[in-house]
């Protein structure tokens, strides 16, 4: 079976991006990472002060690893702030891949998909591959497609909720009616079962930190998460049976004993 | 003398300096930073030739851990 996918260009075994943040210590983020099998790691940047010498001891370790690079434009909360930093990850980064995300709330750090649709659009016009952090919205899903992204990344749940897919038929219909657009659900996930709903529903990939990171076993979660997202896919490809109103025996009834003998006592 | 901000704290620079000169007042060594004044992002290639102003807002930022 062939597994592999395309993303820009670019093609991968692995349907599993993970996140580098919020790992207990940056060896177990390593650990981690290689116990997922993920080929795309996301990563940010941060102010930094000059004692701590321009670089971080996690930085450090990701670059030792052979990993293609999704930077983010995590805590911008304007159009204007996302091109900026999208800018300055270009340069440090050497990619012109960005995870766009520009928080409209604070409470629930639901994605602007207003300011998320225009920053796509200028990102896109000054070559930038963008990978919108969006809302579950079909028509909004249709606009970013419109507009150059030729990859969506809708939410399961609020980031680090772990909640799973609270609205799995909005995110079946973006599947449906964008069956040509790379699908990835985005936050939100917190079971190996949560992956496996989204890959059933057809989705191309899964895009998770917290759940992994803040497991108790991480590298123990990162290696079921694998497995959930390769049998999810396996599913999908498969084919579920239909759902049924009502109960239908899988054993054979022709030739059962005893039937229609009322009366016999089969004791 | 002028004062500027830097990642939110204030720092003193003298006047007329560029951003290189900026970065090696204070302390800036490392290749993996990028810099942006006044939320407008300054290419390396322009820190030779980019003025800092009194009252400018200067975010340095370098690689780090992301979700």
């Known amino acids: 079976m062939d597994n592999r996918w395309s993303v820009y260009g670019k093609t991968f075994e692995s349907r599993f991006l993970i996140g580098s943040s919020l790992y207990p210590s940056p060896q177990v983020m390593r650990d981690a990472v290689q116990a997922s099998g993920a080929e795309i790691i996301t990563v940010s940047l941060r102010r930094q002060s000059p004692e701590r010498g321009g670089g971080d001891t996690i930085w450090d370790f990701i670059k030792q690893m052979d990993c293609t690079l999704l930077p983010n434009t995590a805590g911008c909360h304007s159009v204007k702030e996302a091109l900026t930093l999208a800018q300055m990850s270009r340069e440090i980064f050497q990619t012109h891949w960005i995870k766009l995300e520009v928080i409209g709330d604070e409470y629930n750090l639901q994605p602007d998909p207003i300011g998320t649709l225009e920053a796509a659009r200028q990102l896109i016009k000054q070559g930038f591959e963008v990978f919108p952090y969006c809302t579950d919205d079909l028509v909004l899903c249709q606009r970013l497609r419109d507009a150059g992204c030729q990859v969506l990344m809708p939410w399961g749940a609020p980031i680090g909720t772990g909640r799973g897919l609270i609205n799995p038929y909005a995110l079946q219909t973006i599947r449906e009616r964008l069956p040509d657009v790379s699908l990835i659900v985005d936050a939100g996930l917190g079971k190996p079962s949560h992956a496996v709903q989204a890959m059933e529903l057809g989705f191309d990939a899964v895009l998770l930190n917290t759940a992994v990171a803040q497991a108790a076993d991480p590298v123990l979660m990162a290696t079921a998460f694998a497995e959930a997202i390769s049998a999810g896919r396996k599913s999908f490809l498969a084919g579920a049976m239909p759902q049924r109103q009502t109960a239908k025996p899988s054993t054979p009834t022709l030739g059962t004993p005893f039937w229609h003998q009322e009366g016999v006592d089969a004791s | 003398m002028m004062?500027?901000?830097?990642?939110?704290?204030?720092?003193?620079?003298?006047?007329?300096?560029?951003?290189?000169?900026?970065?090696?007042?204070?302390?800036?060594?490392?290749?993996?930073?990028?810099?942006?004044?006044?939320?407008?992002?300054?290419?390396?290639?322009?820190?030779?030739?980019?003025?800092?102003?009194?009252?400018?807002?200067v975010d340095i930022v370098a690689p780090m851990q992301g979700g």
Do not use: M
Request: aromatic content about 8%; hydrophobic content about 40%.
């Open chain 2, 3 to 57: 004062t500027l901000s830097v990642n939110g704290e204030e720092k003193i620079l003298a006047l007329n300096s560029v951003i290189a000169d900026a970065l090696q007042q204070w302390g800036y060594q490392c290749e993996e930073i990028a810099v942006a004044v006044n939320n407008e992002f300054i290419p390396r290639s322009h820190y030779q030739q980019h003025q800092l102003a009194a009252d400018d807002r």
